[in-house]
């Protein structure tokens, strides 16, 4: 039996080696950091040598003073220069950048030395060469790494009041009830994490900032959360609220102009300082979805990041991160040229050479909103003075929020490989990020990260690759996707093959698989947006509404015309070479089409199917997939601890279910708008199931389900109110036999509904609607695409005209919900 394990170590378990490997290793003497700074990552970097020999080869070793520099057998930890001055050799070191480190093991890996090019860089050597042990890969002679940008920085969404915007994994570690928390070990552990994969930035607090952040108290409690991070090389910052003169400083007006806003900003800023001097700058976003920025005081954009920018230049090397998500959301739909995803270029036009050295404009990956298919976003090839931070997004808002597995590398992937040709020249995303492209000292990467203070950091374990390979693709955005998630597996949950991979394979086809039955041919994900949970199906939520996250399906058609013949002008915003490829369907890519062109559903794609086959097959095929995760991952119960197995089994099969719900809501939504039908007749025809409404109802009600799609038949059935039990009835007329029985139903806040089903009287399953305290995750108050879920009874064994019963008992709100019963003999996906 293998203990069971919380996760809360993650990728740093450092988990003991077999002691016949551990054998094969040097003993060690000693460490030797190159400093006594207690809060120097050097000196953490030397704790956490001293941690991992001790767990992963089971040595115990203790920490030496410099002058045993050259004893043997010694693990020797610090800056080159710190070690040069010691008098040891440094020829045959490369030039390092700023956070680079060499890791040179000699002697057949008795004599380590660890050389950063900065205090951090050593501490990134130190855990290169853990990670290294903790795999028992070979340990290197010379290997010596640098990143690709200055900039890896992660971005909380945590409100002051403790709950996390678009998080999953319980409340924040570094906010309650309007203040700091007391106890910030949670924040420390983090930063280690951070570490250990070369992060070494954050912004601890939400974009949708708060006045209240700058309260004395706040002021006290940020210094104390840069303490706690600054041993482990991470810096913080804040995102600020664009009116807190107002809110705060009881000022008239948040005028970026006014002589007072400036002078109230400089003290704010001034103190900020004081409690926290290596402060990395403001996260700033402003004039974005209601809130109020210098727009709202006629001024422009860079009139409100040079008054930031100045007013950090007093003090270290801060920056602004001015976000580019500056859009409006009360966009009309009727006009044809209305288009979001232009929004960015039209505000930051004419701006490059108007901000202070010190701005940084923060870009989101795509032109709307973490979908899951964007190009990249056109700004990206606007800038040339301003630096740029690209922002990403481990938290899946529109990707399954965790609850479906879903690895991002190979989205990153089409970003970063994506060639602007900006002016002819080769200009790749990753090379304008890392500052190459256009000669940027400080340039690179934020992403926005949910983790929570649930032990598995950000609700799931499996969702913990992408915090990893975060960190991973910020200092190599080559990085091979497959070779990142074997590391991560192997550190996780161990060297078996078996797990390795099985987790490999389900990774690697996860982005896929979500975008199948998700949203296809670029018409992005098409869950609801409306209810602002950005989760379950619903592709009507995207159009009819200001926020401009169109499809412009009607009965004829979708996808939106971004060309410039016809349509919105986007295609027109990219470079030359790149605009007159989007500009025409000829030579837009297939994956890209329904971003760029309004087309029939019978448009004919470069695979020959036409748009509405392709969404039913895709949607068909990638919900096949999904079922297949929780098979693979079966594979491995025993193979790693019983904990971790059961939570990721539960997620899996419930990401099946879901991918089902998905597949049938788009299905029918886009066949009720065409009346095309399935070539393959799939759509709409479902030979296994029974209906709930068409049961036999007693305290159960029938009614409409909105969104239509999101149920089997549009309908299904609730408890009338007043009734504790209530029951639906059928006889099975299904041949005898051994079946899969799934049961849809509807688990929403509000209650937790019992349910009971047998067959002749004989109980064959019961459950509970507590989706929301086992996921931990709260997508809806209602029965609708959110919400519709599906139980398996395995192998039942059912005999036709056997009585099939289901009993509800509702829970407050929650009326004991059920769309419908199928009966799935083996290989049926029904
Ligand atoms: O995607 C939208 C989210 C908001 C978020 C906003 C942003 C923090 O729905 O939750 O606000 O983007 O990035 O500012």
């Not at 794609?605 to 098979?631: C, M, N, W």
């Not at 079946?739 to 509904?753: E, I, P, Q, R, T």
């Not at 609708?784 to 009585?803: E, F, P």
Request: glycine share 8%.
């Amino acid at each position: 039996m293998r203990p069971n394990e919380t996760g809360i170590e993650a990728w740093l378990r450092d988990a003991a080696l077999p002691a016949e490997i551990a054998a094969t290793y040097p003993h060690y003497a000693a460490i030797v950091p190159l400093t006594t700074a207690k809060d120097s990552p050097v000196y953490t970097a030397a704790t956490e040598l001293q941690l991992g020999l001790s767990k992963i080869l089971r040595q115990t070793v203790t920490l030496r003073p410099e002058s045993e520099l050259a004893s043997s057998a010694t693990l020797v930890v610090g800056t080159v220069d710190a070690f040069a001055a010691a008098g040891g050799d440094v020829r045959g070191i490369p030039d390092l950048k700023e956070d680079g480190f060499s890791l040179l093991c000699r002697d057949g890996g008795a004599s380590v030395k660890i050389l950063g090019e900065n205090e951090r860089g050593a501490l990134y050597g130190a855990f290169e060469f853990l990670m290294l042990l903790s795999q028992n890969k070979p340990l290197p002679d010379l290997y010596s790494s640098s990143p690709s940008a200055p900039i890896r920085w992660v971005n909380q969404w945590d409100n002051l009041d403790g709950t996390i915007e678009r998080g999953y994994a319980g409340p924040s570690i570094y906010f309650k009830d309007g203040y700091v928390v007391e106890d910030l070990t949670r924040a420390a552990q983090y930063a280690r994490l951070m570490a250990s994969v070369r992060l070494n930035g954050i912004i601890v607090n939400n974009v949708n900032s708060d006045s209240k952040l700058f309260s004395p108290t706040n002021m006290k409690g940020l210094a104390r959360i840069a303490d706690v991070m600054r041993p482990w090389g991470v810096r913080i910052g804040v995102a600020l609220y664009f009116d807190t003169p107002k809110g705060l400083g009881g000022l008239s007006t948040s005028d970026p102009l006014d002589p007072d806003v400036v002078a109230w900003w400089d003290e704010i800023t001034t103190s900020l300082y004081r409690h926290v001097p290596d402060m990395l700058g403001y996260l700033i976003k402003a004039n974005s979805e209601g809130q109020p920025g210098p727009l709202t005081y006629g001024r422009t954009l860079a009139d409100a990041a040079n008054m930031f920018a100045r007013a950090l230049q007093k003090h270290g090397d801060g920056i602004v991160m001015y976000r580019a998500f500056v859009y409006n959301h009360h966009l009309d739909e009727s006009n044809w040229k209305n288009d979001r995803a232009n929004a960015a270029v039209e505000y930051f036009d004419g701006l490059d050479n108007e901000f202070e050295d010190n701005v940084l404009v923060q870009i989101k990956y795509g032109p709307i909103d973490f979908q899951i298919r964007e190009p990249p976003s056109p700004l990206l090839a606007h800038l040339r003075k301003t630096p740029i931070i690209l922002e990403l997004q481990v938290a899946q808002e529109y990707l399954g929020q965790q609850d479906h597995v879903v690895y991002l590398p190979p989205l990153w992937r089409t970003i970063f490989d994506f060639d602007l040709q900006i002016d002819d020249r080769p200009s790749a995303v990753r090379d304008i990020v890392s500052g190459a492209r256009f000669n940027w000292d400080r340039a690179g990467y934020a992403a926005v990260v949910n983790v929570g203070n649930d032990p598995t950091w950000l609700g799931s374990h499996l969702a913990m690759s992408n915090l990893y390979a975060y960190g991973r693709y910020t200092w190599d955005p080559t990085s091979d996707e497959e070779g990142v998630i074997r590391d991560w597996t192997r550190l996780t949950f161990g060297l078996n093959e078996t797990v390795e991979s099985a987790v490999t394979q389900i990774s690697m086809q996860s982005w896929r698989t979500y975008e199948d039955y998700s949203g296809n041919l670029g018409i992005q994900t098409l869950c609801d947006i409306v209810k602002t949970c950005h989760y379950g199906p619903s592709p009507a939520a995207h159009d009819g509404n200001g926020w401009g996250q169109w499809t412009r399906a009607d009965e004829h058609g979708l996808g939106m015309d971004r060309t410039v013949a016809t349509g919105t002008g986007n295609a027109g915003q990219y470079p030359s070479a790149v605009a007159k490829r989007f500009e025409e369907i000829e030579t837009t890519p297939d994956e890209l089409l329904l971003w760029f062109h309004h087309v029939p559903y019978t448009h004919i794609l470069k695979s020959g199917k036409t748009v509405i086959q392709h969404f039913y097959d895709a949607h068909y095929e990638g919900s096949q997939v999904a079922q297949t995760f929780p098979r693979q991952w079966e594979t491995l119960r025993g193979l790693i601890d019983d904990a971790r197995f059961e939570h990721v089994l539960f997620r899996l099969e419930y990401q099946a279910g879901h991918a089902l719900v998905w597949r049938d809501s788009v299905c029918m939504f886009y066949y009720a708008k065409c009346g095309i039908a399935d070539s393959q007749g799939r759509v709409g025809n479902h030979a296994w199931r029974i209906e709930a409404e068409e049961m036999e109802l007693d305290g159960y009600e029938v009614v409409a389900v909105t969104p239509f799609e999101a149920a089997s038949g549009s309908k299904a059935i609730v408890a009338a109110d007043g009734v504790q039990t209530a029951t639906a009835q059928c006889t099975v007329g299904f041949d005898s036999g051994v079946y899969d029985v799934a049961v849809n139903y509807y688990d929403h806040l509000g209650g937790n509904s019992e349910y009971q089903i047998f067959l002749n009287e004989r109980l064959i399953g019961a459950w509970s609607g507590n989706l929301e305290d086992r996921l931990g995750h709260d997508f809806s108050d209602l029965v609708d695409g959110h919400s519709a879920t599906r139980i398996y009874l395995r192998q039942v064994a059912v005999g036709k005209g056997d009585r099939l019963k289901i009993v509800g008992r509702p829970d407050g709100a929650e009326r004991a919900p059920i769309d419908y019963v199928s009966f799935l003999p083996e290989g049926i996906i029904d």
